[in-house]
């Protein structure tokens, strides 16, 4: 006996969502079109029984299937990663694809990798940490974009932190100040817009008191650690701390086939602000500035195996590591140590 009688595929749009309904034998009893709005989807979603709804994960995803639930429908979110040959049908169209959708969410959800949406609060929380990362992309584009118009000249400024190129630039060459002199200005409005943002990151780690606990790693400050902290929402969702890592796609590919086995890059898959934060920690901890700590000694050991990629494979071996580590931390409670193995044990009785 099926649990769900009929199942829902919507594929989700910015204007409007195509949807194709499946009744208990698999057969097409309806489709269409709804408009994205609240008050369509309630007429298309309020008067049917209880279904499975089935959608891609989506910019409109998160809002959308909350709202389809209030209905009393299951919502599956599919991961998007492992829709790939949606895309290569012969004959792709939306309605197509929602159909689609719905045939696998029948017939095996597992297929999709469901995702669990975060919650609205920690959505708008990460927001300020995402609005942040956008500042500090642009500010590093303009400071590149500043340099580059002066070294045509013949002239070169001097090096400096970001936050401190506004001062630097004054050396700007006269002929080039009507173009360059509003793009110093928008670099320091950036700039004071970013430190800005850091205030109200302190203030947001307060708020989630497993932030302080992530602080104590070596090199992971209150971005890295409320990104983590936000993004994983919930350290259960997790069965082992070493399954973290391909949640950030950190986790090399693989595609064997026989006796061949290719080393290939990193999924890349999931969070791209997180797992680039974890790699900029993984840089510190090889640094120059880090202290010794048996991560650091780990990675230096990776860096002696020489190669032409080795120090970025030990800094994203180091990444992969940190994650399988701070969800540990997270869920046990414990604090860093450098050393861990080197903590002072009771003595035997």
Not at 72 to 96: F, I, M, Q, S, W
């Amino acid at each position: 006996m099926k649990e769900y009688i009929t199942t829902v595929g919507l594929d989700l749009g910015d204007k409007s969502h195509r949807y194709c309904v499946l009744n208990g034998d698999g057969e097409v009893v309806d489709s269409g079109a709804v408009v994205n709005t609240k008050a369509a989807l309630k007429v298309r979603f309020e008067g049917i029984g209880r279904a499975l709804v089935v959608m891609e994960a989506g910019v409109h995803s998160a809002w959308v299937s909350a709202y389809v639930k209030t209905f009393g429908h299951e919502v599956l979110v599919a991961n998007p990663r492992k829709l790939a040959y949606l895309t290569r049908d012969e004959v792709k169209t939306d309605l197509r694809d929602a159909e689609c959708l719905a045939r696998i969410g029948r017939a095996d959800r597992s297929l999709l990798k469901p995702i669990v949406h975060r919650g609205p609060q920690a959505q708008a929380d990460l927001a300020v940490v995402k609005a942040r990362d956008a500042c500090v992309q642009m500010r590093t584009a303009l400071i590149a974009q500043v340099r580059s118009l002066v070294k045509v000249t013949g002239e070169r400024l001097p090096k400096c932190s970001a936050d401190h190129f506004g001062p630097k630039a004054i050396t700007i060459p006269e002929a080039l100040q009507p173009a360059l002199a509003p793009l110093v200005e928008v670099i320091e409005d950036l700039t004071r817009r970013i430190h800005k943002y850091d205030a109200q990151i302190e203030t947001l780690c307060t708020k989630c008191p497993e932030t302080e606990l992530l602080q104590s790693v070596q090199g992971v400050g209150p971005i890295t650690s409320l990104a983590f902290a936000l993004t994983v929402e919930d350290p259960a969702r997790f069965k082992k701390s070493r399954n973290v890592p391909a949640y950030f796609g950190l986790t090399p590919r693989k595609s064997q086939s026989g006796d061949r086995d290719p080393q290939l890059r990193i999924t890349k898959a999931g969070n791209d602000l997180v797992r680039r934060l974890l790699v900029q920690t993984g840089h510190y901890i090889l640094g120059p500035f880090a202290k010794p700590s048996a991560l650091r000694d780990w990675g230096m050991k990776l860096m002696e195996r020489g190669g032409k990629n080795a120090k970025k494979r030990a800094v994203v071996a180091v990444a992969r590591k940190l994650a399988v580590l701070l969800h540990r931390m997270w869920t046990t409670g414990e604090m860093w140590v450098p050393y861990h193995e080197r903590r002072q044990r009771p003595a035997a009785v």
